[in-house]
């Protein structure tokens, strides 16, 4: 077993790389699935280790194939093994069919499955593996609410039953305590409510040669914070405030709103900026003095008093607080004509649903219900193949996407895709996503690709939450992040 892979494979994918395999290594598909069954039962014997009583369900396809190997081999080291057989049919895989016959030549027995108690010590799914689609059958169903009742713990054997591997959806699932995945990790584990329900990954390439990745070009890769924080170079010490970007921020339309104007302007003070800017509405000036004595403020009624200020931005964040009033409105449409990198977020992704538009100059950073309104269909549509939505988005506005929520998806100039797997319950409080944003302009304005800086800034911003996660969960304010960030940018110091 290994770290995660930082590569992201769709199930066909995975399914070339086994194929691959086969062909190349001189190995057989079964003797692929002993691999795969040893090292779940190593996994077991590892997290386990007292467990005696072991109850085992298996599918008619592969992934019970797996199931039926590993039962073998827990039999072997003397534990009491049941094995209950779910979805019978009578085209069974060939190396599936031999996993169950040596499963019988070991004196192993298949008992029908019909809803029987399945408390033990531990229970393996291996029902269904990563090349199930919807709709599921209902005598799987019934097998799948039947190990959630058992609350026992649960090892799923490539992927929780009932998880589609390339949306991370599902209906009905196995809510494992731990996965193990084999040969390459499957996109759908690390994309939205997936990852409540795959428990603790492992991980296991059963011994495939590294060159045959490079054969199969995976669909995305991991954020990863070492290997995106290089992206920042140390600063020269004759370093000045002019060297690092001006930031300028059009929001606060509402005095309700004006909050998310100094939360993205601390953000992108924090990130490094030199200079950052805010334009607000007459309303919302006298709120804004809490904001950072450091951020520059101007009250405008009409957007072409601001023309010198955006003259003189070296990128612009426009939606923080924007309000869809008609303030709002006006000052979008003027700040939308600049052909600076710019970073649309909020009430700035609103206005472009009602006034959409195609630019390769800005990053959109919208949460799923954004996402659901820029695309013209519901927030459950989006969580429901996160991917596919990020694609789209790309396709129909261009720019780098950042698609935010549990397993944040950055879309790229080339439509490359990267995901920063991981929840952060810490950050679901209202104006952290303006603190993304701020933090994403700051970068920018340090000459950051748009690409750069959108994966570096997720990074950031997840991993600031993670430290104030230790604290819990809940209570967190988003203004809690800015010294995290702060640090986090500055690993030499």
């Not at 809510?175 to 991980?203: N, P, Q, S, W």
Request: with cysteine; hydrophobic share 45%.
């Amino acid at each position: 077993m290994s770290d995660l892979p930082l590569a992201l494979y769709s199930s066909k994918d995975v399914k070339k790389i086994d194929n691959l395999a086969v062909q190349k290594l001189n190995i057989t598909g079964y003797e692929l699935m002993c691999r795969a069954g040893e090292a779940a039962f190593k996994a077991l014997q590892n997290y386990w280790p007292a467990a005696k009583n072991i109850k085992i369900l298996c599918g008619p396809g592969n992934n019970g194939g797996d199931g039926f190997v590993l039962a073998r081999l827990a039999k072997m080291a003397g534990l009491n093994v049941s094995v209950f057989l779910v979805g019978e049919r009578g085209d069974v895989p060939l190396q599936a069919k031999q996993a169950r016959e040596d499963w019988l030549k070991a004196k192993g027995e298949i008992t029908l499955f019909q809803d029987q108690n399945l408390v033990a010590d531990v229970v393996v799914d291996a029902l269904l593996g990563t090349g199930f689609h919807f709709p599921l059958p209902d005598q799987f169903a019934t097998a799948i609410r039947a190990i959630n009742k058992s609350n026992s713990p649960v090892l799923a054997v490539d992927i929780p039953s009932g998880l589609e591997a390339d949306t991370g959806s599902f209906d009905e699932v196995v809510y494992a305590t731990r996965t193990i995945t084999f040969i390459a990790l499957k996109i759908g584990m690390v994309c939205a409510k997936a990852i409540d329900v795959v428990g603790e990954l492992i991980f296991d390439d059963l011994g495939i040669n590294a060159g045959l990745f490079t054969q199969v070009k995976p669909m995305a890769t991991c954020i990863v914070f070492k290997e995106v924080i290089h992206y920042l170079a140390p600063r020269p010490l004759s370093s000045h405030k002019g060297d690092n970007g001006h930031v300028c921020i059009i929001g606060g339309g509402k005095t309700g709103y004006s909050g998310a104007v100094c939360l993205a302007g601390e953000a992108a003070l924090r990130a490094g900026a030199g200079l950052v800017s805010a334009v607000i509405s007459p309303e919302s000036l006298p709120l804004m003095a809490r904001a950072p004595a450091e951020l520059m403020t101007y009250s405008f009624s009409r957007p072409k008093a601001m023309r010198a200020l955006l003259e003189a931005a070296t990128v612009l964040v426009l939606g923080p607080g924007l309000s869809q009033n008609a303030w709002g409105k006006k000052f979008f449409q003027e700040s939308i004509k600049t052909t600076k990198p710019c970073v649309i977020d909020a009430d700035g992704l609103n206005w472009l649903a009602c006034y959409p538009q195609k630019r390769e100059h800005w990053i959109l950073t919208p949460h799923p219900g954004e996402a659901g309104r820029l695309l013209g269909m519901t927030t459950a549509q989006v969580q429901n193949d996160r991917i596919h939505a990020a694609i789209a988005l790309k396709e129909k506005f261009g720019g780098i996407i950042v698609l935010k929520g549990a397993g944040t998806i950055v879309v790229g100039e080339n439509s490359e895709i990267a995901i920063h797997v991981g929840g952060y319950p810490a950050l679901s409080t209202g104006g952290t996503g303006d603190v993304l944003a701020g933090l994403i302009g700051g970068l920018v304005g340090q000459k950051l690709s748009l690409f750069h800086a959108a994966c570096l800034g997720v990074s950031v911003h997840a991993g600031a939450a993670a430290l104030e996660q230790a604290l819990g969960a809940r209570g967190m304010l988003a203004s809690d992040l800015f010294l995290h960030i702060r640090n986090l940018i500055n690993p030499e110091g």
